[in-house]
């Protein structure tokens, strides 16, 4: 029999270490139920939003981008539905083996290879979609269909190419559209206040902006905004069911003042030549004509092109991307000489009787140097007017030496020179309008006198884009009452009263503009060949852009063998006169004469804006 | 209150706490199951065969007298160990592990079974051994305890091994192992876990601890689960999103919904309310259990109630804990909730064998 002590030290000893474990088991029954309620409750939301991802997807539905017309109504870029093979590139895992798969149902052409090769890495790491082939047909679409599930990260989904209807016309005005950098569509998602997520890359395309051009400087209209899909998803990301739909809210479209016909003739004209058209409507100041000469493909930059053809654009030596138009310098030369004129007039140095005896040649006073003008022998004895007709040098030589420089500079800044005169161009350059200055501070030198000799024939240091010298036209025209230009209608344009500060007498901008008509219709006239190539009156000047300094007609003779040594031509042009509609501004780079080379350009646009 | 029915010559013996805990427990469990198994009814009848048989397995297990387990005891865990030798030849493979035996009408768990048994054996072998255990006893307990883990480990199944090492092992402390004893086995355990981790491990094992132990490593590999039954947990919130309403649980994010993590559906579907109501039944029985050993009439049957309540507790803690995050992933049942036969029956099994224990008067003592 066991001994009822040693029996009650036992059964407390089992008490003791059974309430032990209890004890251990309590705490941790605590500890787990206070692991619960912080899961449950402290982190409830956390935790909610957490299942909420788990099974929501969203899907971003692309808006259609505006379209873009031409004053006439007629669409000048538009969105072509395509039906794209998309895949979502950081889920496939072996891209080798993915091109060898899906090239066995739907062919895929090198550049296309090429291009799925160069991107994939970047889009994977964004988790950004891929585009492996545009635009299907019927019979792709269905070999895909069927096969579809050994293709679980690939899909088929309508996305918009765009189009440009006239892809060579209008490539540097409207410019293209192009895939988005990283940092470009965070900032996007931004601004319509959508979230970085993971989900909104996943199969949202359409992350096209455009990158020159219109399409770039507008392109916060024509975008749109996402619309957005929700689905409910299964652990395997199944789209079970859609929980809801916001609508995309489609870009706006653009009505610009681009005249296709007027367009056309420049481009025609032109003829691949180096160079640029410009024309305006004076009324509204609008941009009808904006043309850069050679040009390239839109169409083939904005959806993909292979990098052979890329790399020849790229390494053309006439630079098609380059936009002549906004971004080329030029010296303005003879050009200029109406805006001098009107400088001597408004500062009362000249008149329109006073005349000088032109030998062909302005020697300056302080240090005897020669300042040679065009024609060997001089003008004669001439006025303002024949110096503009005849465009003699030794004239505004002369009248340019008797200016202030600072002054001059001021009068002409007021002309367009030196400055963006443009609301909507695409990155467009403000030429150089030279200043002591500018002088000292980019070329180490003192201002000379000769300095502003030479700008008197808009020569030396001075530069103009053609859209500058266009509105230096349109200025004219107008008589100073010109606001910046633009490419699209704005409705409040007639109420901008425009402050020009220029004390210049109707009757002089009068003698300016006959001075002008002079250059085509006077015997003695630099552009009198254009005369009967139109049915009514145009004021011009033409200017021929001297790039190699030369004493003798014999030099040139020798420098113009180098086609990049010649003179580019440029003309300026408004009309009818004498109540200008429209004005005109035309480089050829290396075309010699401003008159007879850049000048039929400039009246056959003319003769399509006004003749219809 | 324990309670004797007399119908005249013949005793029932009841214990209506623990038989009306465990019936709310297990209709409970058919009730999450059918949430859980996606509104599988063919699953939730099946379970329902087995909460139903294993119900009556308790009441009649309930009605020998603990000297026939006593007796017996030898016998059961020799039949216990018979079934997992068979296990380990006409075992079925599934994922690497052999651990059931089909049996035509059931797939049986054979380990869940020694779980069981073993307590009960050395409960009885320890009935006349001289207490505080000496140093031979222990000895020979520790070698069949390390034997019958070695089994279990082997099949492998690291989850339920551990669980009958443990059994084992209360019943041993219980019966008075001396404090330096453990003190020293605790010891030379610590020192030999590199070599343990080394050769006692599969590695999928040791990948499931080593995401435990970094879960941020691989959010969508080893430790997605983990991370989705913390998710379906801690969206549950207070009230829960509402029966057959876990998204956790139904779009399939959270993974064996209808065993091992069932308890993170109901938390996802019953929230914190949920959660504690369920868990209070479970804390009520083991109160129960703690009461019924205290006055359980001799040393068997003190040693059984203790050693196979325990073992429900440890199943019971480690299921909450691995569901909740806080130890890794081992494969271990909610008891009386999670879908499968073998644990289910086990546990009417041991609650049938405690309630015999707690309600038979010794005649002869006292």
């Given at each position: 029999m066991?001994?009822?002590?040693?029996?009650?030290?036992?059964?407390?000893?089992?008490?003791n270490?059974?309430?032990?474990?209890?004890?251990?088991?309590?705490?941790?029954?605590?500890?787990?139920?206070?692991?619960?309620?912080?899961?449950?409750?402290?982190?409830?939301?956390?935790?909610?939003?957490?299942?909420?991802?788990?099974?929501?997807?969203?899907?971003l539905?692309?808006?259609?981008?505006?379209?873009?017309?031409?004053?006439?109504g007629?669409?000048?870029?538009?969105?072509?539905?395509?039906?794209?093979?998309?895949i979502?590139?950081?889920?496939?895992?072996?891209?080798?083996?993915?091109?060898?798969?899906?090239?066995?149902?739907?062919?895929?052409?090198?550049a296309?290879?090429?291009?799925?090769?160069?991107?994939?890495?970047?889009?994977?790491?964004?988790?950004?979609?891929?585009?492996?082939?545009?635009?299907?047909?019927?019979?792709?679409?269905?070999?895909?269909?069927?096969?579809?599930?050994?293709?679980?990260?690939?899909?088929?989904?309508?996305?918009?190419?765009?189009?440009?209807k006239?892809?060579?016309?209008?490539?540097?005005?409207?410019?293209?559209?192009g895939?988005?950098?990283?940092?470009k569509?965070?900032?996007?998602?931004?601004?319509?206040?959508l979230?970085?997520?993971?989900?909104?890359?996943?199969?949202?395309?359409?992350?096209?902006?455009?990158?020159?051009?219109?399409?770039?400087?507008?392109?916060?209209?024509?975008?749109?905004?996402?619309?957005?899909?929700?689905?409910?998803?299964?652990?395997?990301?199944?789209?079970?069911?859609e929980?809801s739909?916001?609508?995309?809210?489609n870009?706006?479209?653009?009505?610009?003042?681009?005249?296709?016909?007027?367009?056309?003739?420049?481009?025609?004209q032109?003829d691949?030549?180096?160079?640029a058209?410009?024309?305006?409507?004076?009324?509204?100041?609008?941009?009808?004509?904006?043309?850069?000469?050679?040009?390239?493909?839109?169409?083939g930059?904005?959806?993909g092109?292979?990098?052979?053809?890329?790399?020849?654009l790229?390494?053309?030596?006439?630079?098609?991307f380059?936009?002549?138009?906004?971004?080329?310098?030029?010296s303005?030369?003879?050009?200029?000489?109406?805006?001098?004129?009107?400088?001597?007039?408004?500062?009362k140095?000249?008149?329109?009787?006073?005349?000088?005896?032109?030998?062909?040649?302005f020697?300056?006073?302080?240090?005897?140097?020669?300042?040679?003008?065009?024609k060997?022998?001089?003008?004669?004895?001439?006025?303002?007017?024949?110096?503009?007709?005849?465009s003699?040098?030794?004239?505004?030589?002369?009248?340019?030496?008797?200016?202030?420089?600072?002054?001059?500079?001021?009068?002409?800044?007021?002309?367009?020179?030196?400055?963006?005169?443009?609301?909507?161009?695409?990155?467009?350059?403000?030429g150089?309008l030279?200043?002591?200055?500018?002088?000292?501070?980019?070329?180490?030198?003192g201002?000379?006198?000769?300095?502003?000799?030479?700008?008197g024939?808009?020569?030396?240091?001075?530069?103009?884009?053609?859209?500058?010298?266009?509105y230096?036209?349109?200025?004219?025209?107008?008589?100073?009452n010109l606001?910046?230009?633009?490419?699209?209608?704005?409705?409040?344009?007639?109420?901008?009263?425009?402050?020009?500060?220029?004390?210049?007498?109707?009757?002089?901008?009068?003698?300016?503009?006959s001075?002008?008509?002079?250059?085509?219709?006077?015997?003695?006239?630099?552009?009198?060949?254009?005369?009967?190539?139109?049915?009514?009156?145009?004021?011009?000047?033409?200017?021929?852009?001297?790039?190699?300094?030369?004493?003798?007609?014999?030099?040139?003779?020798?420098?113009?063998?180098?086609?990049?040594?010649?003179d580019?031509?440029?003309i300026?042009?408004?009309?009818?006169m004498?109540?200008p509609?429209?004005?005109?501004?035309?480089?050829?780079?290396?075309?010699?004469?401003?008159?007879?080379?850049?000048?039929?350009?400039?009246?056959?646009?003319?003769?399509?804006?006004i003749?219809? | 209150?324990?309670?004797?029915?007399?119908?005249?010559?013949?005793?029932?013996?009841?214990?209506?706490?623990?038989?009306?805990?465990?019936?709310?427990l297990?209709?409970?469990?058919?009730?999450?199951?059918?949430?859980?198994?996606?509104?599988?009814?063919s699953?939730?009848?099946?379970?329902?065969?087995?909460?139903?048989?294993?119900?009556?397995?308790?009441?009649?297990?309930?009605?020998?007298?603990?000297?026939?387990?006593?007796?017996?005891?030898?016998?059961?865990?020799?039949f216990?160990?018979?079934?997992?030798?068979?296990?380990?030849?006409?075992?079925?493979?599934?994922?690497?592990?052999?651990?059931?035996?089909?049996l035509?009408?059931?797939?049986?768990?054979?380990?869940?079974?020694?779980?069981i048994?073993?307590p009960?054996?050395?409960?009885?072998?320890?009935?006349n051994?001289?207490?505080?255990?000496?140093?031979?006893?222990?000895?020979?307990?520790?070698?069949l305890?390390?034997?019958?883990?070695a089994?279990?480990?082997?099949?492998?199944?690291?989850?339920?091994?551990?669980?009958?090492?443990?059994?084992?092992?209360?019943?041993?402390?219980?019966?008075?192992?001396?404090?330096?004893?453990?003190?020293?086995?605790?010891?030379?355990?610590?020192?030999?876990?590199?070599?343990?981790?080394?050769?006692?491990?599969?590695?999928?094992?040791?990948?499931?601890?080593?995401?435990?132990?970094?879960?941020?490593?691989?959010?969508?590999?080893?430790?997605?689960n983990i991370?989705?039954?913390?998710?379906?947990?801690?969206?549950?919130?207070?009230?829960?999103?509402?029966?057959?309403?876990?998204?956790q649980?139904?779009?399939?994010f959270?993974?064996?919904?209808?065993?091992?993590?069932?308890?993170?559906?109901?938390?996802?579907?019953?929230?914190?309310?949920?959660?504690?109501?369920?868990?209070?039944?479970?804390f009520?029985?083991?109160?129960?259990?703690?009461?019924?050993?205290?006055?359980?009439?001799?040393?068997?049957?003190?040693?059984?109630i203790?050693?196979?309540?325990?073992?429900?507790?440890?199943?019971?803690?480690?299921?909450?804990?691995?569901?909740?995050g806080?130890?890794?992933?081992?494969g271990?049942?909610?008891?009386?909730?999670?879908?499968?036969?073998?644990?289910?029956?086990?546990?009417?099994?041991?609650?049938?064998i405690?309630i015999?224990?707690?309600t038979?008067?010794?005649?002869?003592?006292r």
């Amino acid at each position: 029999m066991i001994d009822l002590n040693e029996r009650h030290i036992e059964k407390k000893s089992f008490f003791n270490r059974l309430l032990l474990i209890y004890f251990f088991f309590g705490f941790l029954f605590f500890f787990l139920i206070s692991k619960t309620y912080s899961l449950q409750i402290s982190s409830y939301s956390d935790y909610e939003l957490a299942a909420l991802k788990n099974k929501t997807k969203e899907v971003l539905v692309q808006p259609v981008r505006g379209i873009i017309y031409d004053r006439n109504g007629n669409i000048l870029v538009n969105n072509v539905p395509t039906y794209d093979l998309i895949i979502q590139p950081s889920k496939v895992k072996n891209l080798d083996d993915f091109i060898i798969n899906i090239s066995k149902i739907i062919e895929l052409t090198e550049a296309e290879i090429e291009s799925i090769n160069k991107n994939f890495k970047n889009k994977a790491t964004y988790n950004r979609e891929l585009t492996i082939k545009k635009n299907l047909s019927k019979e792709e679409i269905a070999k895909f269909e069927v096969r579809s599930f050994r293709f679980q990260n690939a899909f088929i989904d309508v996305r918009y190419s765009r189009e440009s209807k006239y892809p060579f016309l209008f490539s540097h005005a409207l410019g293209y559209v192009g895939g988005v950098s990283n940092d470009k569509v965070l900032s996007i998602l931004k601004n319509q206040k959508l979230k970085q997520s993971e989900t909104n890359f996943k199969y949202s395309g359409g992350f096209i902006a455009g990158k020159t051009g219109l399409e770039n400087i507008y392109d916060s209209v024509l975008r749109g905004s996402f619309g957005k899909r929700i689905f409910e998803v299964d652990a395997k990301g199944r789209f079970l069911k859609e929980l809801s739909f916001d609508e995309p809210i489609n870009g706006k479209n653009i009505f610009t003042n681009l005249d296709l016909n007027a367009q056309k003739i420049a481009f025609e004209q032109m003829d691949n030549r180096r160079g640029a058209v410009v024309a305006l409507e004076l009324r509204s100041g609008s941009i009808v004509t904006y043309l850069s000469t050679p040009t390239f493909n839109v169409n083939g930059l904005s959806n993909g092109m292979s990098s052979l053809e890329f790399n020849k654009l790229i390494n053309d030596v006439n630079k098609p991307f380059f936009d002549r138009a906004g971004q080329g310098r030029y010296s303005p030369a003879s050009t200029i000489k109406p805006a001098i004129a009107l400088f001597g007039i408004e500062e009362k140095i000249v008149d329109w009787n006073f005349t000088l005896k032109d030998p062909g040649y302005f020697v300056l006073p302080e240090d005897q140097r020669v300042y040679r003008g065009w024609k060997k022998g001089g003008h004669g004895t001439i006025d303002m007017r024949s110096a503009i007709v005849e465009s003699s040098n030794t004239f505004f030589f002369s009248l340019a030496y008797k200016s202030d420089i600072n002054n001059l500079i001021s009068h002409l800044s007021k002309f367009g020179f030196g400055r963006n005169v443009c609301k909507d161009c695409f990155n467009p350059d403000s030429g150089l309008l030279p200043t002591p200055e500018w002088k000292m501070n980019n070329l180490n030198f003192g201002w000379f006198k000769g300095d502003t000799v030479n700008l008197g024939v808009g020569q030396g240091y001075m530069s103009a884009t053609p859209v500058q010298l266009a509105y230096y036209s349109a200025f004219i025209a107008k008589k100073g009452n010109l606001q910046e230009l633009s490419f699209v209608k704005y409705d409040d344009t007639s109420d901008t009263t425009f402050i020009n500060n220029l004390s210049i007498d109707d009757s002089d901008w009068n003698k300016i503009h006959s001075s002008m008509i002079g250059v085509i219709e006077d015997p003695k006239g630099t552009a009198k060949r254009l005369k009967p190539l139109k049915s009514y009156v145009v004021a011009a000047k033409s200017g021929t852009v001297e790039l190699v300094s030369t004493e003798t007609k014999e030099d040139y003779k020798l420098v113009r063998q180098n086609i990049g040594n010649r003179d580019h031509a440029i003309i300026v042009a408004f009309g009818p006169m004498p109540n200008p509609e429209y004005a005109v501004s035309v480089v050829i780079e290396n075309g010699e004469s401003g008159g007879s080379v850049a000048g039929p350009v400039a009246i056959a646009v003319l003769n399509e804006l006004i003749n219809k | 209150m324990k309670k004797k029915l007399d119908f005249k010559n013949f005793s029932i013996y009841f214990d209506q706490y623990l038989f009306i805990a465990i019936t709310l427990l297990s209709v409970m469990g058919l009730f999450f199951l059918y949430s859980a198994s996606q509104e599988d009814i063919s699953t939730v009848a099946k379970q329902a065969v087995f909460v139903g048989f294993g119900l009556l397995l308790m009441f009649m297990v309930s009605q020998p007298d603990p000297d026939f387990y006593n007796t017996f005891s030898g016998l059961f865990l020799i039949f216990s160990l018979l079934l997992i030798f068979l296990t380990m030849i006409f075992g079925k493979e599934i994922n690497g592990a052999k651990r059931w035996l089909d049996l035509g009408f059931f797939t049986l768990q054979s380990s869940e079974i020694i779980k069981i048994s073993l307590p009960i054996f050395l409960s009885s072998y320890l009935y006349n051994k001289p207490l505080p255990i000496s140093t031979k006893h222990t000895f020979i307990t520790l070698i069949l305890i390390g034997f019958i883990f070695a089994i279990v480990a082997g099949q492998p199944d690291l989850g339920t091994s551990l669980v009958v090492f443990m059994s084992g092992g209360y019943v041993l402390f219980l019966a008075g192992l001396s404090w330096r004893f453990i003190g020293s086995a605790g010891a030379l355990f610590l020192l030999s876990l590199p070599f343990l981790w080394n050769n006692f491990l599969e590695p999928f094992q040791r990948q499931r601890v080593l995401t435990y132990l970094n879960p941020d490593a691989d959010p969508y590999g080893t430790a997605w689960n983990i991370t989705q039954s913390k998710i379906a947990i801690g969206s549950g919130g207070i009230n829960g999103k509402g029966y057959q309403e876990g998204s956790q649980a139904h779009l399939d994010f959270l993974p064996e919904t209808e065993t091992d993590f069932i308890f993170a559906v109901i938390a996802e579907e019953f929230g914190f309310i949920g959660v504690c109501i369920l868990l209070s039944v479970f804390f009520f029985i083991l109160i129960r259990c703690l009461y019924l050993a205290f006055n359980a009439r001799d040393r068997f049957c003190r040693l059984t109630i203790g050693g196979l309540s325990l073992v429900f507790a440890s199943t019971l803690f480690i299921n909450l804990a691995m569901v909740v995050g806080v130890v890794p992933v081992v494969g271990m049942p909610l008891p009386f909730i999670s879908k499968g036969g073998s644990s289910l029956l086990s546990f009417y099994l041991a609650f049938g064998i405690i309630i015999s224990m707690a309600t038979h008067k010794k005649l002869m003592q006292r």
